[in-house]
């Protein structure tokens, strides 16, 4: 039955996905209106969020900032679903790639290179990545796995489009993975999303990001420092509807930071991008459900 039923949503949303993305932009504004105003999908938790990230704006700016997240999340659901019927050609012209030498750059010396990315702007299409520099031809991108049978089938075929050019894997098997692609001895790229909770058991680095004490997840650091890897990190941006550019970075680091100065480093970074454009971050996760607010 599930089967069945995931089937007939990949039929529906192939059939959306045909739709241009000025029409599915009027759909995602419909969609924004009965999300925000009608079922009020996790408005607790978003301005919560907010307040305690940004406790110098007033509250005409938190809910300004909150009803712009809505709507460039309802934006993001079906820029995600356009990627069932998208052309390389309007890809191009809506993610702009800077900085791809770096990459070819780094990858030419041999070192594996770890990519930092967030829950920021629309990241399952920064995929698109892969298909903008020559060298490394490897490239792996970790996913937390989708338990819901149905969204995990959907969600796998839209993420097709870039078998070509990436393995998608479950972030059980990173490690494992990553290993055996270091014993090739041929360089690649590892895009990690590293800004979700560790679980309760794994909180053992701990920093102040967005005025709140925040546990950070560490394994991508931990993997990349065992294979001797450059750390980077994919600052992106909305520069408008459906258009966004994708900017590799080395990863800036303090020397007096012994422990984890990749992952800090990281933080500080994706912080920077946050209070540019606060709207452009996933705010309806509960990122600090077992952590402390304001800190002394």
Not at 108 to 120: Q, S, W
Not at 152 to 163: H, P
Not at 169 to 180: D, G, N, V
């Amino acid at each position: 039955m599930k089967k069945m039923i995931s089937h007939i949503a990949l039929f529906c949303l192939c059939i959306v996905a045909l739709l241009p993305l000025r029409v599915l932009y009027v759909v995602s504004d419909a969609t924004y209106f009965l999300l925000y105003y009608i079922i009020r999908y996790r408005r607790k938790v978003v301005r919560t969020n907010l307040i305690n990230s940004f406790p110098e704006k007033t509250e005409a700016e938190i809910r300004s900032i909150e009803r712009k997240f809505y709507l460039h999340l309802c934006d993001c659901i079906y820029e995600t679903i356009k990627l069932l019927h998208i052309s390389d050609k309007e890809m191009r012209k809506r993610a702009v790639i800077v900085n791809a030498e770096l990459v070819e750059k780094i990858a030419a010396t041999g070192k594996p290179i770890i990519l930092f990315i967030a829950h920021y702007g629309n990241w399952e299409w920064v995929q698109e990545i892969t298909l903008r520099y020559k060298y490394p031809k490897t490239n792996v991108a970790v996913y937390k796995k989708i338990h819901n049978p149905i969204s995990a089938k959907v969600v796998e075929k839209m993420r097709l489009r870039y078998a070509s050019s990436c393995i998608i894997i479950p972030q059980a098997e990173t490690l494992r993975t990553i290993l055996k692609l270091k014993q090739q001895g041929e360089p690649f790229v590892a895009g990690l999303i590293a800004d979700q909770r560790p679980p309760r058991f794994h909180q053992k680095l701990w920093i102040t990001f967005l005025n709140q004490h925040t546990p950070l997840l560490t394994g991508g650091e931990d993997i990349g420092k065992r294979i001797g890897a450059h750390f980077l990190y994919l600052d992106v941006d909305k520069t408008r509807r459906g258009h966004y550019t994708m900017e590799f970075k080395d990863i800036s680091t303090d020397e007096s930071i012994e422990e984890y100065p990749y992952t800090i480093g990281y933080f500080r970074m994706l912080e920077q991008s946050i209070r540019r454009r606060p709207e452009l971050w996933l705010w309806s996760h509960k990122r600090w459900k077992y952590a402390v607010t304001n800190p002394q």
